[in-house]
């Protein structure tokens, strides 16, 4: 279920409302832990108490004032900036993880999340910094905004063929994030989704995703190499920007628009291919990568596509090897930008 920007900021705007009473209440504590009612009368949800510390194990059902509760939720908040947590366990009868549950949690190293969750909700692990694993279950189908993101100690993350979104900043600054398998069931990988995560070296998307994000993969400086699959249809702005590491690139025949500034910054890479399929180019799509020397165009009509404004450098047109297919060199020669190109060959 794809959730727009507007909705996640009225959400937040709403719960942010809530906070004092969200903080501060509680219905009842047992062996250290704050529980409040559910309006179903039969469970309960963990809730916020600042002296959370230490192993916390959460129990799958609670007795208070001889009456037993099925724990079922995770509250808001619940265990935010609780610094010297170090580890929770959370029972098979949990369903929800609320919003910043664990948020800014520093010295919590591993978590695992039973298969009774299906959602990991906005900011839940956010700012996490010391969180080397987690255990994403297969009844998971979204991972939500920012789950993740900060969490800068996580080396490597398994998601399970039940995700179909990874949301906008999900895994945002794990700047020590080396590996992440994504599985065909993801539809979509939201917006600035890996932005930041320096340390990734390669990725696969799937093809079973139609379009690059904005900004999905900007700034993974460790990036060293991409397949983009036949799938995908679009690469939207900043997409790729920043990818120092990245070598060569080349655009799939499915894709048919390049957006302003996709792969700006990329400044290792050597080789782009383009496709025949692409139909619009963005202003400054591979600006700021001086290390281009071979660009491959398989566009057999160059006039009939949409170009920006400077799409390459002034150190591109004077030094590259521009490839174009048999036939076309007069046509590509009278059209702009490529016949800023100083060496345009036939291939």
Do not use: H
């Not at 399970?160 to 906008?168: A, C, F, K, Q, Y």
Request: aromatic fraction near 10%; proline fraction near 5%; charge should be negative.
């Amino acid at each position: 279920m794809k959730k727009s920007i507007f909705f996640k900021s009225l959400l937040l705007a709403l719960i942010a409302a809530m906070l004092p009473q969200l903080a501060s209440a509680y219905d009842f504590i047992v062996d250290g832990i704050a529980y409040n009612y559910n309006s179903d009368g039969t469970s309960v949800t963990v809730t916020r108490d600042d002296n959370y510390t230490g192993a916390v194990v959460i129990p799958s059902n609670v007795t208070y004032s001889d009456k037993k509760y099925s724990v079922t939720e995770i509250g808001y908040v619940a265990f935010k900036g609780c610094t010297g947590l170090t580890s929770v366990t959370i029972p098979n009868s949990v369903t929800k993880i609320r919003w910043k549950a664990f948020s800014g949690c520093s010295s919590l190293t591993s978590v695992t999340i039973p298969n009774s969750v299906t959602e990991i909700d906005y900011e839940v692990f956010s700012d996490c910094t010391g969180l080397t694993s987690v255990t994403i279950p297969n009844s998971v189908t979204e991972i939500w905004s920012d789950a993740f993101s900060g969490c800068s100690s996580l080396t490597s993350v398994i998601i399970p063929n039940s995700v179909t979104e990874i949301g906008e900043c999900a895994f945002k600054d794990c700047t020590g994030l080396t590996s992440v398998t994504i599985p065909n069931s993801v539809t979509e990988i939201g917006p600035w989704a890996f932005s930041g995560c320096t340390g990734l070296n390669s990725v696969t998307i799937p093809n079973s995703v139609t379009e690059i994000s904005p900004g999905a993969f900007n700034y993974c400086t460790g990036l060293t190499s991409v397949t983009i699959p036949n799938s995908v249809t679009e690469i939207k702005w900043y997409a790729f920007s920043g990818c120092s590491s990245l070598t060569s690139v080349t655009i799939p025949n499915s894709v048919t628009t390049i957006r302003y500034y996709a792969f700006i910054g990329c400044s290792g890479l050597t080789s782009v291919t383009i496709s025949n399929s692409v139909t619009s180019i963005g202003s400054g799509a591979f600006a700021n990568c001086p290390k281009i020397r071979n660009i491959y165009s398989k566009i057999v009509d160059p006039k009939s596509i949409s170009y920006g404004d400077d799409i390459f450098d002034d150190d591109n047109y004077n030094n590259c090897k521009f490839y174009v297919p048999k036939g076309t060199l007069d046509s590509y020669k009278t059209t702009s930008p490529w016949r800023k190109f100083l060496n345009i060959l036939e291939e």
